[in-house]
């Protein structure tokens, strides 16, 4: 699937002051029995929602597009529907300490970016963000960097996966490009590996 | 320098390999299921590709499956369509499936490495996270995305790059009483949920070598729960003992050249790993979790830990929030938890040994009362053996509930869940909030755990049923 090209974006941000947050409290295991992968934003966070109180039902978080969440974030199941849910939602970005490795790469090939910065950047942008509700971060690919207010934070993102990002190249096609890599490859294998076949 | 078992099997995979790219890895199996794979189905369709290798690609039913009434169509219109939507699509992309009903039916990690599938030096991957069990082989296991799927799919390859890897070595004698299930929840207590974060683990020392293969499979199960992707243990005689007659077990001079190829398989004297860690199994004893993720777990004997107890501010707040969700306060100690369901199942415990110690307490026993126990096979063929051995007539002499196999109460998709407030000790992997069904309360147990718990209503090992008779002693 070609996903849709980031370059840099600036909006509203939610504080999700949690750790550890897995991908089941992202989109419980119900929603799952979906076949598509939009329709997916009345789930996201679906039990937490229920509290009236909880910063997504905020009425100043509405439209916000940045999500700013404590460390561990995606753990457990590796459904690829927490990052639809995310997208679905409007989220275009996620920031946290540390993501965990499935949800990382699931959200990289959607084009959801998620930027890893330091829990001190992290903490200070909660701060910018819930003091005031309307501040804007921008999340910008192209320079590595974060902004807001006045934070500046550089992060990292290997070369390769940020340039399929920046310009939402489709994984599938460029694996492609080496397919007689592949043949070769397979010519080679050796004959005790296993088959599915029917016996 | 020597390379480690991870690295040897990566190496032996890479396709492709240049400068400022992931390598790309050749992927030698592929397991399908429901639930992750029908927008990846749909994706081939719209660029209009095919599956590559149709030979290295297989399918079961499992997440969304009922457990009750097989026979009759399933009541929830949505899974029906989920369900549907795979054999569907299998059966036009012209992929093996196994769907309820079959005899190779179950878990997909259950069914892998019991049909011998599953091998030593091979790159197993699938749409779950728990696909890091097949490790237990000396394979190279990860779970993946839809998208990942999608990827094997049309290229049999997958670009990534080279993980980190971190020795767990594990030396000594387990006390009794002390399951494979024991020793991976304190490893992940001891590492924390993201301590394994960008690495492969690797279990090794004599603890782990004594290891049946089946709980080999339960430690390497939960090397996700510990954030890492893949764990693995080197291949030996017991890997080899499994696997030899299994129907997709290599035959022949295969089979030779196939043992020859996986006794290479260990890592390296002077190998080094980028981290280690080293458990002593005497220290051990059984281990159960009493919050919302599986690395907030305690020995039995001890008691609800006291938030105030945490340094680090995230892990204190965490803390609270878990004992708040659980019902739970300091300092209560965690054997007077009493329980309303047990469930014994999933690819974490549902394989035959499993059942065997379950039933092994149960034997002459009964289920307290106002508890519900469920017995779900991890496959099919468990449930024939299970039955063969008379283990289904123990659980329900004892008042437990037998089912067909599937992921069950594991995740609570199908209609098997927690109510709102229920509490349970469960076999499974994750004791996340709601992961049982909304509102749910899970405990994360060894088989044993769960047997005695069962008896006895409250959380309980073993060693606290020898004041409760068998009725054959009685």
Known sequence: MAMEAFTAHTGRAVPLRRSNVDTDQIIPAHWLKKVTRDGFEDGLFEAWRKDPEFVLNRPEREGATVLVAGPDFGTGSSREHAVWALQNYGFKAVISSRFADIFRGNSLKNGLLTVVLDQKTVDALWDVVEADPTAEITVDLEDRQVRAGSITADFELDENARWRLLNGLDDISITLQNEPSIAAYEASRPSHKPSTVRL | ?474
């Open chain 2, 1 to 474: 320098m020597g390379r480690t078992l991870a690295e040897k099997v990566w190496d032996d995979h890479v396709v492709r390999r240049a400068e400022g790219e992931p390598d790309l890895l050749f992927i030698d199996l592929h397991l399908l299921h429901e639930v992750t794979s029908p927008q990846a189905f749909d994706g081939l369709r719209k660029s209009g590709r095919q599956v590559r290798r149709l030979d290295l690609t297989i399918a079961t039913e499992d997440h969304n499956t009922p457990t009750l009434d097989i026979d009759k169509p399933i009541a929830d219109p949505v899974s029906r369509v989920q369900l549907e939507t795979l054999r569907k699509n299998c059966a036009e992309f012209g992929v093996r499936l196994h769907p309820l009903g079959d005899v190779e039916q179950g878990v997909v990690h259950v069914v892998g490495p019991q049909l011998g599938l599953t091998q030593p030096g091979t790159t197993v991957v699938c749409g779950d996270s728990h696909t890091s069990t097949h490790g237990a082989f000396g394979a190279l296991a990860f779970g993946i995305g839809t998208s990942q799927v999608e990827h094997v799919l049309a290229t049999q390859t997958l670009p990534m790059a080279p993980p980190k890897t971190m020795a767990i070595t594990v030396e000594g004698e387990l006390p009794a009483d002390v399951t494979a299930k024991d020793l991976i929840l304190a490893i992940i207590a001891k590492i924390g949920t993201g301590g394994g974060q960008g690495y492969v683990l690797e279990y090794r020392g004599s603890a782990i070598e004594k290891l049946s293969m089946e709980a080999r499979m339960t430690i390497c199960n939960m090397s996700i729960e510990a954030g890492a992707r893949a764990g693995m243990i080197a291949p030996d005689t017991t890997t080899f003992d499994y696997l030899q007659g299994r129907a997709h077990a290599p035959k022949g001079e295969d089979w030779d050249a196939a043992v020859a190829y996986w006794k290479t398989l260990r890592s390296d004297d002077d190998a080094v790993f980028d981290a280690e860690v080293v458990i002593d199994a005497a220290g051990l004893a059984p281990f159960v979790t009493w919050g919302t993720n599986p690395g907030q777990g305690a020995p039995l004997s001890a008691n609800v830990p006291d938030p105030a107890s945490y340094e680090d501010a995230s892990e204190r707040f965490a803390a609270e929030k878990a004992l708040e969700y659980m019902g739970l306060t300091a300092g209560q100690p965690l054997r007077e938890i009493k329980v309303d369901t047990v469930f014994v199942g999933s690819c974490t415990n549902g394989r035959i040994e499993d059942l065997r110690a379950a039933a092994a307490l149960m034997d002459g026993r009964k289920v307290a009362d106002g508890v519900r126990m469920l017995i779900v096979p991890g496959s099919v063929r468990v449930a024939l053996q299970a039955i063969e051995e008379g283990l289904d007539k123990v659980f329900t002499a004892a008042g437990a509930e037998w089912r067909h196999a599937g992921c069950s109460m594991c995740l609570g998709m199908n209609p098997d869940q927690l109510a709102p407030g229920e509490r349970s000790a469960s076999t499974s992997n994750r004791n996340f909030e709601g992961r049982q069904g909304k509102g749910g309360r899970t405990h994360l147990v060894s088989p044993q755990v769960a047997a005695a718990t069962a008896v006895l209503g409250h959380l309980a090992a073993p060693v606290d049923l020898s004041d409760v008779p068998t009725l054959v002693e009685a």
